[in-house]
Each structure stands twice: as structure tokens, then as C-alpha cells.
């Protein structure tokens, strides 16, 4: 069996029994979704690395001591942890963090997309740094959103149970953000293409 075949339970199982192979696996699997989320939330490369580094000794531990059940998804769950532990820093912090123009860290290097030619790669990039800014101006709770469902890949049914609020909830201020981010393309006579 291909190892993309083996599901997220049955690495967990093999970890349990001795295996760190597994966990290896299942680490770089969702590496990528769960850093990103991360970064998207407190928007400093270093703090990132620092809270995910933290996320995976949290479940390391939870799995060791038999905590976590096979009920739920494994990603859906990581991704809960790491939401809160975003959650708790900008608690103890009392500040959010803006990305500067020096940052090297992009999110659209951390995401897939097809080999394009020059032209299209620098309209892409174009095309994402403005959406972002306009991500960057959304009121924090439709933020959120955005991040999680296109950035995260999360279903709103688990954005509800990430957040804590019903899906209607979670559908509503999608759909705030979207009206929010027109408004501003349209105030700004931006030009997304």
C-alpha cells in the first residue's frame, strides 16, 4: 500500500506502536495547511514556526497519553489546536501583527499551483498581494473565514465547529466579507485582472 493510501488513523495506531516513520508522515501530510493557517492568523514567520512547533508537541502529547479518538478527522483536529493556540497568544499579547513588506515568507509559495509561464506568474502574484490586502482589511471575524475556507481548505461545517459558532453564522460572514472586500474594490476602482 502507497503511503498516500494509508489513512491518518492507521498512522496514529503505528506511531502508538513504536513507529515514528508514521508520525513523519502524517506530519508533512498536513504540514502545509496547518503552518499556513497559522501564519494567515498571526502573520509573522517566526511566531508561526514557534506556535506550530508547539501544535505538534501538544498532539505528540495528547497522543502518548491515549487522549485522542479516532472520531473526529486528525486535520479538523490539529487545525483546532493550532486555532487555539493562535487564540491564546493574541490573549496574552493583547496585539495582532501586520505582515511587513519585508517579509520573505509568502503564503502563495506554500500553496500548489501548475508551472505557469513569466507573464501569467507575475499577474498571479499581482492578483494575490491585492487580495491580500484586501483579506488584511476585513473586520477579524470575517477574516477568519476567508482564511479558513479558501487558504485552509475547510468546509463551513468545520469552520462552525473550528470557531464555535453555527454554520449559518460562519455562511453570514463569508458573505459579509465578500460584500465588504466588492466595496472596497469598488471604492478603490481597483482592478483585480
Not at 513507529?19 to 508561526?48: C, G, P
Not at 472520531?71 to 487545525?79: I, S
Not at 490586502?133 to 473550528?162: C, N, T, W
Request: hydrophobic share 40%; aromatic share 8%; net charge positive.
Amino acid at each position: 500500500m502507497q503511503v498516500s493510501q494509508v489513512k491518518d488513523k492507521d498512522l496514529i495506531i503505528q506511531y502508538l506502536e513504536g513507529n515514528h516513520k508514521a508520525f513523519e508522515i502524517l506530519l508533512n501530510r498536513h504540514r502545509n495547511k496547518i503552518y499556513t493557517s497559522i501564519y494567515l492568523f498571526v502573520k509573522d514567520r517566526d511566531l508561526a514556526e514557534d506556535i506550530f512547533q508547539d501544535v505538534f508537541i501538544k498532539i505528540i502529547d495528547t497522543l502518548r497519553k491515549g487522549k485522542y479518538n479516532h472520531e473526529g478527522k486528525f486535520l479538523q483536529w490539529a487545525m483546532r489546536i493550532s486555532y487555539n493556540m493562535c487564540v491564546d497568544h493574541f490573549r496574552r499579547e493583547k496585539r495582532r501583527t501586520k505582515v511587513s513588506p519585508s517579509e520573505t515568507f509568502d503564503i502563495f509559495d506554500v500553496l500548489e499551483s501548475k508551472d505557469d509561464n513569466r507573464e501569467t506568474a507575475i499577474i498571479k502574484n499581482q492578483l494575490h498581494t491585492k487580495v491580500r490586502e484586501l483579506v488584511d482589511q476585513l473586520p477579524p471575524e470575517q477574516r477568519e473565514v476567508v482564511i479558513l475556507r479558501h487558504y485552509a481548505d475547510m468546509s463551513f461545517k468545520e469552520i462552525s465547529q473550528l470557531t464555535q459558532v453555527s454554520i449559518n453564522t460562519a455562511l453570514g460572514r463569508m458573505r459579509y466579507a465578500l460584500i465588504n472586500m466588492r466595496k472596497m474594490i469598488e471604492s478603490k476602482k481597483m482592478q483585480l485582472v
